[in-house]
């Protein structure tokens, strides 16, 4: 029955969202968003592209702090592959993918699975946790809340992912925290042993325990500076196709990109979901909805450099790894 509900749940979530999506297409100027491209110089690219560079380093970054004896160049080169076999194939693929790179460089898998992990949980705590710097500027800039209170459950869930990782920084907190989890597990498969859990828990925490305090805040700070390149990328987005700060300032489009930002765990980074929430909040500020064609335009950008841009440079990570495999093999 549970299953049946979240099922429904996610149906009608879809649904909404999908008529969401059709009502914007519909209304939207195709020529005027063909106009708002066109304005784009030869150099801009290229500016969009040295972000994407560093937001891909960013997000890498984790993988080398977690992970002794990890470059931040193969832990870039980890995090690419990945990120394009999940287009293409569904969790836990890319795990599988990203233990199989590392233990090809000579990482140990019990330690390449503990730092993946960690990895992934930094991120979905940096993830569920940027609507809190969105009510920050709500609250320093008197702007109206509006239905972005409901985003208070993203920072429980941040707080919660928070928890469990500080639950790992001790032997007996790390076990008790597996087998809970085990035992609501059983709720749900019967065969699964919650003291297994616990001692896998437990063993996570070993792997991890000699340099936790030093990767764990450094990870999250790289991860939010992920988080500011995203961003970095809509701002001059909307800025190259002419909506210059006195239609949307700096902070308007900072609390629409923060407060719509948790959404991209959706699959394909939330899209259509967080343009829709991104290109709502823009022209709410904007007082007008002249603004439509040139902020979808700017959305289409966006999306080709955070969305299809990572996909490319996947693709070229993957074929430089497999070259060095085979001459590492060779020799």
């Known amino acids: 029955m549970k299953a049946w509900l979240r099922r429904g749940a996610l149906f009608v979530l879809g649904l909404c969202v999908t008529v969401a999506v059709v009502r914007l297409m519909r209304a939207v100027d195709w020529e005027a968003v063909a106009g708002a491209l066109q304005q784009l110089s030869w150099w801009q690219p290229l500016v ?41 194939a569904p969790p836990p693929s890319d795990i599988a993918l990203r233990v199989a790179m590392f233990t090809s460089w000579g990482i140990r898998t019990p330690v390449a699975i503990a730092g993946t992990t960690m990895n992934a949980l930094t991120f979905f ?14 609250a320093a800039t008197g702007r109206s809340l509006g239905i972005r209170w409901l985003d208070v459950i993203s ?26 989890c085990g035992q609501v597990a059983c709720r ?5 042993n919650p003291v297994d859990w616990g001692r896998k828990c437990l063993d996570f925490q070993r792997e991890l325990s000699s340099h936790f305090r030093f990767a ?11 988080v500011a390149c995203d961003g970095l990328l809509l701002l001059l987005a909307l800025r190259f196709v002419g909506l210059g700060p006195e239609t949307l300032s700096v902070a308007d489009i900072a609390v629409a990109f923060l407060f719509a930002f948790p959404l991209t765990a959706f699959p394909m980074s939330g899209m259509g979901v967080v343009d829709v929430a991104i290109a709502v909040a823009c022209i709410e500020s904007a007082g007008t909805d002249s603004i439509q064609e040139s902020v979808l335009a700017a959305l289409i950008i ?17 074929v ?12």
Not at 157 to 170: D, E, K
């Open 216 to 226: 764990f805040p450094r990870s999250l700070a790289v991860s939010f500076l992920m």
């Open 125 to 138: 705590i940096i993830r569920f946790s940027t609507p809190l710097f969105g009510f920050i500027m709500v």
């Open 155 to 180: 920072l429980l869930i941040g707080a919660v992912l928070i928890g469990a990782v500080m639950m790992t920084g001790s032997q007996s907190a790390a076990k008790a925290l597996g087998e809970r």
């Open 320 to 331: 430089l790894w497999k070259s060095t495999e085979r001459t590492q093999n060779a020799s």
């Open 48 to 88: 969009l592209l040295l972000v994407l560079v560093a937001r891909q380093l960013a997000n890498a970054a984790p993988l080398a702090y977690y992970i002794e004896g990890v470059s931040l160049y193969r832990a870039t080169l980890n995090d690419l592959t990945a990120t394009t076999l999940t287009a293409f």
């Open 188 to 192: 749900f498969k019967r065969t699964i």
């Open 302 to 318: 966006w999306r080709i450099f955070n969305v299809a841009g990572p996909l490319l440079l996947g693709l070229l990570a993957g």
